[in-house]
């Protein structure tokens, strides 16, 4: 769709151009203008599809533009920008057959849906019969085949075999190259090295569209002698050069087309497929014909690694928390598991995971188990499910201070953790912080809503908790460890916080 621009302030002018690029590369910006007088000679040298022009302008404003080439015989459509929402204005324009009237300061969703109804309605009106004008290229029909947008029949087959030598029932190859949310800031670089790659081959054809909707960028293959030298000329060559340019690896996927009708079924079935990226290393070219022979082995879920993270957990050890979660995604990632079980797996791992910070007294700050569910079920990558697991860590492992407390109080709680097994004193930790132990006491509780008192045993649970559930020691060396010079008082005060004894706790949560 071939646009023009007519506006006399720069800033909106030059703002519209570069956007309307953006939007759609289906939009071909044929000029701009700074006044009705240019808009006028601009509309009538280029005729443009679509004029999209202010009201009020020097030398002719927007309306009687638009009036003189309406009696000149443009049919072309417009769309109104102005700051002034008068009706006379809109009743005027409505009268010259206006599509839009849109106001400043311009929307950009207002301005993108405006310019897809046009696109639509344009196209509907040409109909099959004019389709050459329709579609300039080969990326508009690919696209329109993919989406379902129009009929693939004997008419596009005239058009294709005429101006591409392509017959619409000749098999296609689809390679989608897809990013994720990193899209935006990846597609340049990903179209530049298939570019460099497909631009100068003898044995095929290809056609490259970009994909915003779904973040991916489509190669699509057509004239093809030998499918598996290409096959084999991407996996050795397209694919590892990605590989090395970005970070992090997109994910690759191919599907085979039954000609032009055939190519809507490919791109669902390339979506998909996505989810297998889970059960491959990273680079793997995930091949649709391969993976529906693919027969999964039952997964044996790795009980040793939940256990070695959970233990890194309530240790507050980030590195071996890291560690171990590397060799959780590597007893996956072989092939040889359906990307659903993968799911559940770290769902169920997830899951061990909120159990442990509701056991420690640990959940402030952390999603519901249906939001971490529904995180991972939507995964197509294992960054997204890294992602939701060292949130869950550093919710768990790694208290946050909350802005509600003081400098003050903050750094009491911090000599509290740090010294309640020696049995400090409130007025030990006042002179630590240089103010009266009263003041201190104050505070503590007005922030906290607890006592100095209920402070350090909540600490001695939280610790008692932890050695009960990943060490071997008796009831008399935790004690000892925690600050209690006798186990029975211990277990006396521990069950009036938790519910149960130490040993039923010890029998109920070890792993």
Request: hydrophobic share 40%; charged share 30%.
């Amino acid at each position: 769709m071939k646009i023009a621009v007519v506006e006399d302030e720069s800033s909106i002018r030059n703002g519209l151009a570069k956007m309307i690029g953006r939007l759609d590369p289906d939009y071909e910006l044929v000029g701009t203008a700074a006044n009705g007088l240019e808009g006028l000679h601009l509309v009538q040298k280029t005729e443009p599809d679509l004029v999209i022009m202010d009201i009020q302008m020097p030398e002719m404003n927007g309306l009687d533009m638009l009036e003189r080439l309406r009696k000149e015989g443009y049919t072309g459509r417009a769309v109104v920008l102005t700051a002034y929402s008068d009706f006379d204005y809109a009743k005027r324009a409505i009268g010259m057959n206006i599509d839009n009237y849109l106001l400043k300061p311009i929307k950009i969703q207002e301005l993108k849906e405006t310019l897809w109804n046009i696109r639509n309605a344009l196209e509907k009106e040409k109909g099959i019969e004019n389709m050459q004008e329709k579609y300039l290229s080969l990326v508009q029909i690919f696209r329109g085949c993919a989406l379902a947008e129009f009929p693939v029949d004997e008419e596009l087959n005239k058009l294709t075999t005429r101006e591409y030598g392509l017959d619409i029932r000749e098999p296609l190859e689809v390679f989608s190259i897809w990013m994720g949310k990193n899209y935006s800031r990846q597609v340049s670089e990903v179209r530049q090295i298939v570019e460099t790659y497909t631009g100068r081959v003898a044995d095929y054809s290809s056609t490259i569209i970009e994909s915003a909707r779904q973040h991916q960028i489509l190669v699509i293959l057509y004239h093809c002698q030998d499918r598996e030298k290409i096959l084999k000329r991407y996996v050795e060559m397209l694919i590892p050069a990605i590989c090395r340019s970005l970070s992090p690896i997109p994910v690759f996927l191919w599907a085979q087309s039954d000609g032009m009708a055939g190519l809507q079924e490919a791109y669902e079935e390339i979506i998909a497929d996505r989810e297998w990226n889970l059960s491959f290393p990273r680079g793997t070219l995930l091949i649709r014909e391969d993976l529906r022979k693919m027969h999964p082995v039952p997964l044996k879920y790795p009980l040793e690694v939940e256990e070695t993270m959970r233990r890194m957990i309530t240790e507050r050890n980030q590195d071996g928390f890291l560690e171990a979660l590397e060799q959780f995604i590597r007893t996956y990632r072989n092939g040889s598991c359906h990307p659903n079980e993968i799911r559940e797996a770290c769902i169920r791992f997830s899951m061990a995971i909120l159990n442990l910070a509701k056991t420690l007294g640990r959940t402030a700050g952390i999603s519901s188990a249906q939001e971490i569910v529904g995180a991972i079920s939507q995964a197509v990558t294992w960054n997204e499910i890294r992602s939701v697991m060292e949130q869950l860590y550093e919710k768990t492992a790694v208290p946050e201070k909350s802005d509600a407390v003081s400098d003050l109080v903050h750094r009491a709680g911090m000599l509290i953790e740090e010294y309640y097994s020696q049995g400090i004193t409130l007025d030990e930790l006042a002179q630590k912080l240089k103010v009266s132990e009263e003041y201190l006491s104050t505070q503590f509780k007005k922030e906290t809503g607890m006592s100095f008192t209920e402070t350090v045993r909540r600490y001695r649970i939280d610790k008692i908790k932890e050695l009960l559930l990943h060490s071997s020691l008796k009831l008399n060396q935790i004690a000892d460890m925690v600050g209690y010079s006798d186990p029975k008082y211990m277990s006396k005060v521990f069950k009036e916080e938790v519910g149960v004894l130490p040993a039923e706790f010890r029998k109920n949560f070890s792993s």
